[in-house]
């Protein structure tokens, strides 16, 4: 079975502070995805990487960055934390090519205060 | 531009009822691929069916059935019988043939049985 790992189901940080949501996956998959999830709004891509160093912004990648050094791990980063980014984060990966399905993570749900 | 509406924001049916999600969805791709996840509570969104656009037949899976209608560009699901433990949060979502990976989801719909 592929293991999507979210290093942390629930976060809270204060305004400001750089944030680092981290993303594991075991079943050595191409792609890798984090998305955010708002009440009412569904699922929004912020950023997603097809391979090493490589990224991608998706709808709403205003506010973070990422990083992709390792195929495996998947990091989402918040250089300065504010509350509008109080959310849940999931984290998404598939093996590609493009008709298979993801696999997500638990998910994180981080508070801003 | 791609797009998926599920109009149903909640829906509460009683155990037993049978009970369908409305998915609607717009692409100009001639090729691209349909999915339903469900999200119980406890977070993670678990994968339920993926259709291509050449296959409109429906399926079947248990208690479970998806109505593929390209006329009216809908992925409609169908719970019959439906169970407590179906309560959860349904997303239908869309991938485009013609680049990789990403997603496009709708909004969800809130699926509540009550006993």
Known sequence: D???????????????????LECVQDMDHENMFWYRQDPGL???LIYFSY??????????????????????????ILESASTNQTSMYLCATERGPM?????????TRLTVV | A?????????????????????????????????????QP????LVF???????????????????????????????ITASQVVDSAVYFCALRRGSTLGRLYFGRGTQLTVWP
């Open chain 2, 2 to 38: 791609q797009k998926v509406t599920q109009a149903q924001t909640e829906i509460s049916v009683v155990e037993k009822e049978d009970v369908t999600l409305d998915c609607v969805y717009e692409t100009r791709d001639t090729t691209y691929y349909l999915f339903w996840y469900k």
């Open chain 1, 42 to 44: 569904g699922l929004r």
């Open chain 1, 2 to 20: 592929v293991k999507v790992t979210q290093s942390s189901r629930y976060l809270v940080k204060r305004t400001g502070e750089k944030v680092f």
């Open chain 2, 48 to 78: 339920l069916i993926r259709r291509n656009s050449f296959d409109e037949q429906n399926e079947i899976s248990g208690r479970y059935s998806w109505n593929f209608q390209k006329s009216t560009s809908s992925f409609n699901f169908t």
């Open chain 1, 51 to 76: 391979d090493v160093k490589m990224k991608e912004k998706g709808d709403i990648p205003e506010g973070y960055s990422v990083s992709r050094e390792k195929k495996e791990r998947f990091s989402l």
């Open chain 1, 99 to 107: 008709n298979t399905e993801a696999f997500f993570g638990q998910g």
């Open chain 2, 41 to 44: 509570p406890s977070g993670e």
